[in-house]
């Protein structure tokens, strides 16, 4: 399994930013797909998850409203749709994927497949 993370970039507080998280070597149609964000000296954060099959999602409550994440089936690919970014969003995001199981859990040992990152800075 790779997945390629791209789309990040500048962006000024306040704008959008979309992130796209493409797989290959097998599909995505299995297992549930989360984001994941570093910022530097701080840990590893949990931003959102989905649901491949249901579709259903879950978001860390300091995005929620703000982001929002999608998968497209005929693409092999998630997405993350951010708005109104704040300075304190940014940080390296990544994707990944868990081995086994639909079930949403915001711990990253829980996913076993990653992107390489791709940064997002937010200026203000």
């Known amino acids: 399994v790779q997945l390629q993370a791209s789309g990040g970039g500048l962006v000024q507080a306040g704008g959008p930013l979309r992130l796209s998280c493409a797989a290959s070597?097998?599909?995505?149609?299995?297992?549930?797909v989360g984001w994941f964000r570093q910022a530097p000296g701080k840990e590893r954060e949990f931003v959102a998850a989905?649901?491949?099959?249901?579709?259903?999602?879950y978001y860390a409550d300091s995005v929620k409203g703000r982001f929002t994440i999608s998968r497209d089936n005929t693409k092999n690919t998630v997405y993350l749709q951010m708005s109104s970014l704040k300075p304190e969003d940014t940080a390296v995001y990544y994707c990944?994927?868990?081995?086994?199981?639909?079930?949403?859990?915001?711990?990253?040992?829980?996913?076993?497949?990653w992107g390489q990152g791709t940064l997002v800075t937010v200026s203000s």
């Open positions: 990944a994927q868990r081995r086994t199981g639909s079930g949403l859990p915001s711990n990253w040992r829980s996913y076993s497949y």
């Open positions: 070597g097998r599909t995505l149609s299995s297992n549930s």
């Open positions: 989905i649901n491949w099959s249901s579709g259903t999602t």
